[in-house]
């Protein structure tokens, strides 16, 4: 029988104890933000419905696959979709964070891929059920070199794309947003302490499509290639 306290941790009779900070500090991962449907067109492509206040959902840091591995097909999964994503960095604790100073928040800037298994997604959806599986999967959220937003236009001003094959499949420009990402710092906030080093991908835009093993996905953030992955 597991007994927790708030002393402490104990397992088992295996001595392990740890108190409340060690869990807090020595287990200090980052999380993985996700905002879904924050792009009319896609919203549409889906089938769903515009929400009134952001869709948010969470991967967990497992997700990211270690540096410059390719993504994996997953074996549970015969659909799964790319979904390129403005992607950007918190750089300090934050709660309840306002609008209008959500802007410190955040130094660098990149694209990332929300793979999404979206046969698991739908199945999910269609009972009712949460779909974080189908989201937060091992290797699930590729994330690119992250770039300085001093060196790029306002973040209510970028243009993105990913290119699979050579081919453009999604093009996408972050004005297009439903909710900007001030709004989406203030809003999950309310809920959720945010922490230095912890990632917001904040929606994609319509073009989400299949992946096969083979392909090869690029990311490009205005003129700047920062992601390349492999599906093997
Ligand atoms: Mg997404």
């Not at 933000?33 to 009134?52: D, F, T, W």
Request: glycine share 8%; hydrophobic share 40%; charged share 20%.
């Amino acid at each position: 029988m597991c007994v927790y306290n708030a002393k402490g941790l104990n397992l088992n009779n295996n001595s392990i104890a740890l108190n409340f900070t060690d869990v807090i500090y020595k287990f200090n991962q980052m999380k993985i933000i996700c905002v879904g449907r924050n792009y009319a067109e896609h919203v549409k492509e889906l089938g769903n419905q515009q929400n009134s206040e952001p869709v948010v959902f969470l991967k967990p840091d497992t997700a990211i696959p270690q540096k410059d591995m390719p993504f994996f097909y997953p074996g549970f999964s015969n659909d799964v979709h790319h979904e390129i994503e403005v992607v950007i960095k918190i750089n300090r604790v934050g709660k309840n964070i306002a609008p209008k100073f959500a802007n410190t928040y955040y130094d660098e800037v990149t694209v990332g891929i929300d793979f999404t298994a979206r046969d698991l997604q739908a199945e999910l959806k269609s009972k009712g059920l949460p779909w974080e599986i189908s989201k937060g999967f091992d290797g699930s959220a590729i994330v690119g070199s992250f770039v300085s937003k001093s060196q790029l236009p306002a973040l209510n001003n970028l243009e993105f794309r990913l290119l699979k094959n050579s081919m453009l499949v999604q093009h996408g420009h972050t004005s297009m947003m439903l909710f900007d990402v001030d709004t989406i710092i203030a809003y999950v906030s309310k809920f959720y302490t945010l922490k230095k080093g912890d990632l917001i991908f904040t929606g994609t835009p319509a073009g989400v499509g299949p992946v096969q093993i083979g392909d090869v996905l690029e990311g490009y953030l205005m003129d700047r290639k920062l992601l390349s992955v492999c599906i093997k």
